[in-house]
């Protein structure tokens, strides 16, 4: 794995990006810094002032860090470039989805940290804040983590899948060993694109839930998904066209982990990371690798040695998980 550790500035290349115009008429083409970068290219951004001294979240310094964290992964010089790098046709009519992860109610997507993605594409793009869409599977897992239910025609909008939406019998997903779960209808029927918002923690049958993991969230049925440490369901389901095609970004919330337990119970260490990339293969591998540091650290085994559903996830062609073809890039921010 190349694994450099660049501040912003130097991250910047000298190039100049031309300024986006007319960003939701809709916007054409990609940016050329955007499109040369290595696809499986995660960035990692440090910074000890995303909590306080009373382990509470700065929402401001959140949003700084969603900013450069962004900037990198383009490569653009404002973040009205980044996001029109990563929304390169975007149009006023469309509707972005926020997928969280918000099953364990003491360690969830923070709303500071998806509250800060949704402003900040909001004012770059001047988008309707009505078209981004944060959603999980039901409004009361979404309100223990602090998220206020908003289905009405102002304001970013927060939904379930279980308040009536339901799932989509038109579109099913064959997970395999003869299993078929369905979409929820917020991702079939309501998104255009999709932001991928999952926390770090590791889990006690997958060894692993992250970005992959996070659309048991998104299906009918996640129960029956978990035998053989998940795998091949993990790896199938991400493989569905309309999960793969309308994810344009994933950003994990890093700021707290667990790294033995999980999914559930309280965070165990406090991470000051916000991670993003477009590969979600190559993004939970190094999400991986930073709770076996600190499993290491504990005296515990790896849990790389028990999760197999990276590896077919990369035999279908979703993402990487060869440490030789991805590149991180680690920033310092504060």
């Not at 001294?53 to 404002?78: C, G, K, W, Y």
């Not at 469309?94 to 918000?102: A, E, L, S």
């Not at 000051?272 to 709770?291: E, F, K, R, S």
Request: aromatic share 6%; charged share 15%; proline share 4%.
């Amino acid at each position: 794995m190349i694994h450099t550790i660049y501040t912003r500035r130097q991250f910047l290349k000298v190039s100049t990006v031309g300024a986006a115009a007319a960003y939701l008429t809709p916007v054409t083409g990609s940016s050329p810094a955007y499109a040369a970068l290595p696809a499986s290219l995660v960035i990692t951004s440090i910074h000890r002032g995303l909590v306080d001294a009373n382990e509470r979240i700065n929402f401001r310094t959140v949003r700084t860090v969603v900013d450069e964290t962004l900037l990198a992964l383009t490569n653009t010089r404002s973040i009205q470039d980044a996001w029109a790098a990563i929304f390169p046709k975007l149009q006023s009519s469309d509707v972005i989805g926020i997928k969280v992860n918000c099953i364990n109610r003491r360690h969830s997507s923070h709303p500071e940290v998806v509250y800060a993605i949704a402003e900040s594409l909001s004012a770059s793009l001047h988008f309707n804040p009505n078209n981004l869409l944060i959603w999980d599977r039901t409004s009361s897992e979404l309100m223990r983590a602090g998220y206020e239910m908003n289905t009405g025609k102002s304001g970013i909008r927060c939904l379930a899948t279980s308040d009536g939406i339901g799932y989509d019998r038109h579109a099913p997903v064959e997970v395999g060993h003869g299993k078929t779960v369905h979409l929820s209808k917020i991702l079939s029927q309501m998104c255009t694109y999709l932001i991928n918002v999952p926390v770090l923690k590791d889990h006690g049958t997958a060894g692993l839930t992250l970005s992959l993991k996070n659309h048991y969230g998104s299906i009918d049925r996640p129960g029956s998904c978990h035998g053989g440490g998940c795998d091949p369901y993990i790896a199938n389901l991400n493989a569905a066209p309309l999960i793969r095609e309308k994810t344009a970004l994933i950003v994990c919330d890093a700021i707290f982990g667990i790294y033995q337990g999980g999914p559930m119970g309280a965070p165990q260490w406090i991470a000051h990371q916000i991670l993003a990339g477009t590969d979600p293969v190559a993004l939970d591998t190094v999400g991986m690798g930073l709770i076996d540091v600190k499993r290491q650290e504990k005296g515990i085994a790896s849990v790389s040695q028990r999760i197999s559903y990276l590896h077919t996830a990369s035999r279908l062609g979703i993402g990487t998980n060869n440490p030789d073809q991805i590149t991180t890039i680690e920033q310092k921010l504060g």
